[in-house]
Structure formats: structure tokens, C-alpha cells
T-cell receptor
């Protein structure tokens, strides 16, 4: 059963704590992406990775960090430096074979109080 | 600033009617175009992709692309209440990175 999984579905944290969101895919996709979605807003790109051990900042990378140690995994850490971390976080992947369709995981809803 | 614009809606259509969703984009170099459907509280689901000018049909969905006018649309025929969702337009700017720029979405409501 191929797809993208994200965990947890809901996450609650206190302000000042770092938190790591998991994203795993078994589609053999090379490219992986992290987006943030706020109410009434479009998706905004946080980080993306085209190959293992390489990643680039997106439009809103400040306060976030990522790693890509395995092709299947692209975890996102929301650090205490992120000023407004409460949001819906979406992970996506795409095959790097001339196709740019991105497929999304189910998302993680993070609430920081 | 590369932008993708959509009417936020809500767009309300009766069941069985044709729903027409529109999207304009600012970057003339954009090469590929996508429509995603997002139900409330869920993640986006890819429903259509289009790469060349003209129409592309898939079941009840038709995507239309006009690169000269920088305009892409999605038609939903025989709209059903289950089509009620927010529809996101996404545009790929080209190059090898595959980065998409998303519009804010149009909320569609299909009334029984």
C-alpha cells in the first residue's frame, strides 16, 4: 500500500519547545516538500529536498529545520525560534522523472500554547 | 513576486449544474498546472494536471489552459454535494526543482 504518512495527526506543545514532525513515503519518490497552511491562506513552502543529504530553503524557512538522511524520510523540526508555529503542516512528495505532480500526506495539525 | 490568483468564493451551484473555477498566474514562464481538491480539515488531493494549451478531460472534470492569457480553469460537470470542497490551483514555475506556487483556493458549495 503505497503512500505518504505523517505523524502525529495532532500535536500540542508549549511555547519554547522544539517539536519534530514525521514524514515517510514508500513511493520511491526523489523529491519531498514541507508546506504550512494557515486559515484562509495558500500553501507556503518551508523546505524541499531533491536528493538524500541535500535540501533547500523555501519561502518561509526561518524557525524550521529539516534532514534527509534516507530517501523515504524527511522530518521537519519546528524550533522555538518560529514565532507563529500553530498551523497545519503538510508533507508532499514527487517523482523526479520529469513529472512535477506532488502528492500530499494527511497532514499534522500543530497547536502551540 | 510570482502569484497565483483565485476567487475565494464561496461559489454556490445547484446539484447537477456545471461549476466553473478560475485561476490566473503571473509568471509567463510557468510550465505545468494543477488542480487540487481539499475537504475541510483534510490534505489536498490532486485531481487534474495540464501541461499544454487546450482542454483535458477526466470523467466529470475538465481542465482548460490558455497560456497566452495566463489563465487556467476547472469545470466540474453534473456537480454533486460530495464535490463541496476548496479547490486549489497550483502552478509550476519551470526548472528542475518542481516547486509549486499555490493559490489560496476557491470554496465550492454544491446545494442538493
Amino acid at each position: 500500500d503505497g503512500g505518504i504518512t505523517q505523524s502525529p495527526k495532532y500535536l500540542f506543545r508549549k511555547e519554547g519547545q522544539n517539536v519534530t514532525l514525521s514524514c515517510e513515503q514508500n513511493l520511491n519518490h526523489d523529491a519531498m516538500y514541507w508546506y504550512r497552511q494557515d486559515p484562509g491562506q495558500g500553501l507556503r513552502l518551508i523546505y524541499y529536498s531533491q536528493i538524500v543529504n541535500d535540501f533547500q530553503k523555501g519561502d518561509i524557512a526561518e524557525g524550521y529545520s529539516v534532514s534527509r538522511e534516507k530517501k523515504e524520510s524527511f522530518p521537519l523540526t519546528v524550533t522555538s525560534a518560529q514565532k507563529n508555529p500553530t498551523a497545519f503542516y503538510l508533507c508532499a512528495s514527487a517523482s523526479d522523472r520529469g513529472r512535477t505532480e506532488q502528492y500530499f500526506g494527511p497532514g499534522t495539525r500543530l497547536t502551540v500554547t | 513576486q510570482k502569484e497565483v490568483e483565485q476567487n475565494s468564493g464561496p461559489l454556490s451551484v445547484p446539484e447537477g449544474a456545471i461549476a466553473s473555477l478560475n485561476c490566473t498566474y503571473s509568471d509567463r514562464g510557468s510550465q505545468s498546472f494543477f488542480w487540487y481538491r481539499q475537504y475541510s480539515g483534510k490534505s489536498p488531493e490532486l485531481i487534474m494536471s495540464i501541461y499544454s494549451n487546450g482542454d483535458k478531460e477526466d470523467g466529470r472534470f475538465t481542465a482548460q489552459l490558455n497560456k497566452a492569457s495566463q489563465y487556467v480553469s476547472l469545470l466540474i460537470r453534473d456537480s454533486q454535494p460530495s464535490d463541496s470542497a476548496t479547490y486549489l490551483c497550483a502552478v509550476n514555475l519551470g526548472g528542475s526543482q518542481g516547486n509549486l506556487i499555490f493559490g489560496k483556493g476557491t470554496k465550492l458549495s454544491v446545494k442538493p
